[in-house]
Structure formats: C-alpha cells, structure tokens
C-alpha cells in the first residue's frame, strides 16, 4: 500500500466521553467511477464537483464501552433507525486499523441530511463523509496531530463508500490513479480545483427529482455486476480517455467538449447497467424526456447546458452562472413538470469546505 495510514492506540490520550461534529457534502460525478476491486479500490479514476446544499451534518457521541461489543446507535432527525447499524458497524470494522479506539467505546451517530428523505439523492456520499471527518476530530481531540488529516478522512470515508472519498475537498476532486494528475491514487482523493477554469468554479447543478425513493439497483450490486461484465475494459479504458479529455476542457474553459463528455460519460454508465447481467434501465420515462428538452434548448439557443446521472432516475442539470438566468426559465417551464411533485434541489459547485 502506498499511504498508510495506521496508528497504534498508545498515539491516542483517550477521554472518557464525549462528542464531535462534521458536515460532509454531496458530489457529482462527471467522469464516473463503476466498477471496484477489493478493499474499495476503483477500476478506474473519476472526477467529480462536490455540491453546496445537499449536505450530512452528523454528531458522534461516544462513550466508553461497557460490554465486549461495540455498540452503535444510529439516530436520523432524532429517529432512531436499527437498519442503519451494520452498516457503520462494518465501516468500524473496516477502519480498525486506523481508528483503534474504535474498540473502546460505544457511539451514537446523529445525523440530518439537508436533502429530503428518500429523494433519490444518494446519501453514502455526504454521510460517510461527514463520519470520516468526525473520526478525524476524535484523533484530534485525543491529541493526535495529523498533518495529513484530510487525506485520512477522504482515505477513511472511502472505505465506507467510494465516491464519499471525494466529498472532502471543495471544487473539482479527482480519485484514482491517472498519470494525467500528479498525486492521483486510488486510496484517497485529491484536489484539482486549482487546475480548473473560473467558468467552472461556480457551475449550477440543479437537481431534477425524476423519481424519489429508494435507488432500484444499490450502488454495491452495481459495482459487482462490472466484475462479470463483457465490456468492462473498454468501459475503464474509456474513463481514462474521457478524463483526460475532460481535464484539458476544464482547463481551457471549453464548454462544448465538457458537454460532449460529461453526457457521454452519464450515457456511457447507464449503458454499463443496461448491458449487465443481470440487466436494468433505471431511466424513467421523464429522464428521457428531460435530456431530450435539455438537447433541443440547446440547439434552440446555443446555451451552455448538460446532464448528468447518478446510477437512477434523477438529472443533474450542470449549466454556467452567468447563463443562469435563461436557464431558470427554460427549467421553470420545461423540466420541473417531469419531476415527481415538481420537485428539484437547486445546487452549485462548493467553494467552502
Ligand atoms: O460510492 P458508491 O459505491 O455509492 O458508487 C457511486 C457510483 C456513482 O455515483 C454512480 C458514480 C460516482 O462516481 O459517483
């Protein structure tokens, strides 16, 4: 392994109890990552602009234990929620190696997503995030100074979920190794803002609530079906090309080639699921329609506007600020109809974390 980052427990001046608190934000891909090895390791790099007001705010309270097994109580708007604990029971697990003291206390997890429940918004992305940053604060509060404390939250909420990996950084956040990007590799993100065009820097994101609920494919299920999968090495292959071409287009403010691969990409993921076996459309019809609209206001006006997709029904709606104003009208008449109770999140690249 190339960063480790592994601590002993005697690193730590452990206190009895306690609590911190973190906000971890959502993120957008624009070169997808589908497809994994072992130990959450991608098949290929993505890249990807973290979002503003879809965000987790969690608060850990911790205590010392008092039996032999950890115990983990997650609590969702003060709700307490039973399904949720083996999941950040195995994350725990997972990150043992890291987080020793994991094994000497018992947690509560509060959390609140900005983001209506069950709109179809994944929160794995936003919620491992902002868990990772609250471990980090524990390290910190026990003492331990990390002078590479973000690299080990993106490391650590990586293990939980991918793409939360690239939720730690403002901007444009690139993960996975790409000999395109010095420093790129696949155990945790970096950032590659620096690298990008103004016009990007305040994209807008607005988020089209095609079909709320829970995702019909989990992203789990999705990443296996890529092990199997007779294209997939074209479909990495392809990545790396898009990236490449795509780091170039946000360097040079070149809108018409980001368009061109950001939807390829979109298109190129749903091709993946479409051809897998087992095989899902997770498109609705308003998707279609939606990207159709999209398309042919784009050819009406010349405007600057895209899609993209998560693994399920809802669009993401990615145009420039300073066309923001034409947008929101062609949004207002013609996207918001298709979406379930006309509903949509409107987000923008964060500049802030
Ligand atoms: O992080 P996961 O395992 O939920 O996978 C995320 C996969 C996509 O959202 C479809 C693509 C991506 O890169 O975020």
Redesign the pocket.
């Known amino acids: 392994m190339r960063n480790n980052f592994i601590t002993s427990i005697s690193d730590y001046n452990l206190q009895p109890t306690g609590n911190v608190k973190a906000k971890g934000f959502s993120n957008i891909?624009l070169i997808?990552?589908?497809g994994k090895y072992s130990k959450q390791i991608p098949a290929n790099p993505?890249v990807?602009f973290t979002l503003s007001e879809a965000f987790t705010q969690t608060e850990l309270k911790f205590k010392e234990k008092r039996g032999n097994k950890t115990n983990i109580q997650v609590f969702l708007d003060g709700t307490n929620q039973p399904d949720f604990a083996p999941k950040i029971e195995k994350f725990f697990q997972s990150i043992i190696d890291y987080i020793p003291f994991i094994h000497y206390y018992d947690f509560e997890v509060h959390t609140h997503n900005s983001f209506p429940h069950s709109s179809g918004i994944?929160s794995?992305?936003s919620g491992m995030s902002a868990l990772a940053s609250c471990l980090i604060q524990m390290e910190e509060e026990f003492g331990y100074k990390n002078e590479k404390a973000i690299e080990k939250a993106s490391f650590l909420a990586r293990l939980g979920?991918?793409?939360?990996s690239r939720s730690l950084y403002p901007g444009a956040v690139v993960w996975g190794e790409t000999a395109e990007i010095e420093g790129s590799n696949n155990e945790f993100s970096i950032s590659i803002n620096h690298r990008i065009n103004p016009i990007f820097q305040d994209f807008q994101d607005c988020i089209l609530l095609i079909h709320k609920g829970k995702k019909r494919v989990s992203?789990?299920l999705g990443?296996q079906l890529m092990n199997e999968h007779l294209f997939a090495e074209q479909r990495f292959k392809q990545a790396h090309q898009n990236l490449k071409i795509l780091l170039k287009a946000l360097e040079q403010a070149d809108i018409d080639t980001f368009i061109r691969i950001v939807e390829k990409e979109a298109l190129s993921?749903h091709a993946m699921m479409m051809t897998s076996d087992p095989y899902f459309i997770l498109m609705e019809p308003q998707t279609v329609k939606a990207i159709q609209e999209i398309w042919r206001f784009r050819e009406e006006t010349g405007e600057k506007i895209c899609f993209t997709l998560?693994?399920g029904a809802n669009v993401h709606v990615l145009y420039p600020k300073q066309s923001e104003k034409n947008i929101l009208t062609f949004i207002n008449e013609r996207l918001k109809s298709l979406c379930e109770n006309q509903e949509m999140l409107m987000d923008y690249v964060n500049q802030k974390i």
């Open positions: 891909a997808k990552y589908w993505s990807s994944a794995s992305a979920s991918g793409s939360a992203s789990t990443h993921l998560d693994a």
